[in-house]
């Protein structure tokens, strides 16, 4: 069935590091791949979102390809800042039963 | 921009109360959907509308009942509150099927069941 695993629970980092938040998916068909971000009190909200294999999403100096060989869809930034902490939600939405899955979460802290 | 208010923000009750949680969305999206967030289960789909007087079974729906009395309220009810239902619940719209569409989530609302 279909999924999504974010195997980093809490990523920690300084400001200017580079971020690689991991997401792997698992469906049968073509899925819409997103991620949401959770700042501290408010609801998640959308970061990026990818509808075709193989394109990369871009959004406030976030990126994710859509790697349909790796079934990977993988969250960088080259340089955090403090106010990137957050919660981030990698998201499979499948199109051919309508449901969407999240991820468990991956707590970044970036210290100042 | 979608605008998706819920209300209480918090909420305390105790073990067999009655707890209603609203949520109204102002941008006409036809999708609403309750979400309750734990700690190391992320996000669950309780139930969800794709339009008034409809109600659709999410993941997560024993002891909630839910109702969409109009375009833009959507109700949330737990009528024998447990303690295994203190959570953060979220409300969120979309404009049509969430499998490609964004999500709008609101602010979210704390219930602590005593």
């Known amino acids: 069935g279909d999924s999504v695993t974010q195997m980093q629970g809490q990523v920690t980092l300084s400001e200017d590091d580079f971020l690689f938040i991991n997401c792997t998916y698992s469906t049968t068909w073509y899925p819409t791949l997103f991620w949401y971000v959770q700042y501290p009190g408010e609801g998640p909200q959308l970061l990026l979102k990818v509808t075709t294999a193989n394109n990369k999403g871009i959004s406030r100096g976030f990126e994710a390809t859509y790697d349909k060989r790796t079934t990977s869809f993988h969250l960088q930034k080259a340089s955090v800042q403090e106010s990137d902490s957050a919660v981030y939600y990698c998201v499979l939405g499948d199109r051919d039963n309508n449901r969407i899955f999240f991820g468990d979460g991956t707590q970044l802290v970036v210290k100042p | 921009e979608a605008a998706v208010t819920q209300s209480p923000r918090n909420k305390v009750t105790v073990t067999g109360g009655n707890v209603t949680l609203s949520c109204r969305q102002t941008n006409s999206h036809n999708y609403m959907y309750w979400y309750r967030q734990d700690t190391g289960h992320g996000l669950r789909l309780i139930h969800y509308s794709y339009g008034a007087g409809n109600l659709q079974i999410g993941d997560v729906p024993d002891g909630y009942k839910a109702t969409r009395t109009t375009q833009e309220d959507f109700f949330l009810l737990l009528e024998l509150a447990s303690p295994s239902q203190t959570s953060l619940y979220f409300c969120?719209?979309?404009?049509?099927?969430?499998?490609?569409?964004?999500?709008?989530f609101g602010a979210g609302t704390r219930l602590s069941v005593l």
């Open positions: 969120a719209s979309s404009e049509r099927q969430k499998s490609q569409n964004t999500l709008y």
